[in-house]
């Protein structure tokens, strides 16, 4: 089963073509007109091991966040229509990953319950012209679009850059963990009510 997904988007605000593979290698292809978000991306699908080619462009004149948002959006369709039933996968995925100083915690559940807690309090949060912040915007667009539930915490950390990096790859392995298959489940729902 090819656990693969095409998204297309286009609003008066941003224009976004996503191709997605759930079991790639972490080859990508990405041009978002926002550096930040192209290593965010580039090194989530690195450390997720999933192929990810992305061409966005939005009104970054204004800022950021329209651009950054619908790119949530369109990861979390993909992410959604590539699991398809969810049939035998783990479901539950966590990681805490250090960067540096900063040491991030992710648990999800591809629950199809859409949830994001999100616990990162930052004293600065530019990196560059690139607002940290807009991260979280990211990953609730992408919750409520995939139907997951994830809780994000900063167990430490001050540098904005490093805050995200360890984020993004923490959430890059809870969800490669979540969507591996569970041999014993013998490909059925991974849940007591036989259906996510």
Partial sequence: MERKASIHRKTKETEIRLEFNLDGTGGTEIKTAIPFMDHMLTLMAAHG?????????????????????DLGICLGKAIHDALGKREGIRRYGHAVVPMDEALARIALDISNRPFLAYRVALKESKTGSFDVNLVREFFRALVVHSGITMHVDLVSGDDPHHVAESVFKSFARALD?????????????????GLL
């Fill in 49 to 69: 091991f999933m192929d990810l080619k992305i061409t966005a462009s939005g009104d970054t004149e204004v800022d950021d966040h329209h651009t950054v948002e």
């Fill in 177 to 193: 963990q979540a969507t591996s298959f569970e041999p014993r489940l013998g490909g059925a729902v991974p849940s007591t009510k």
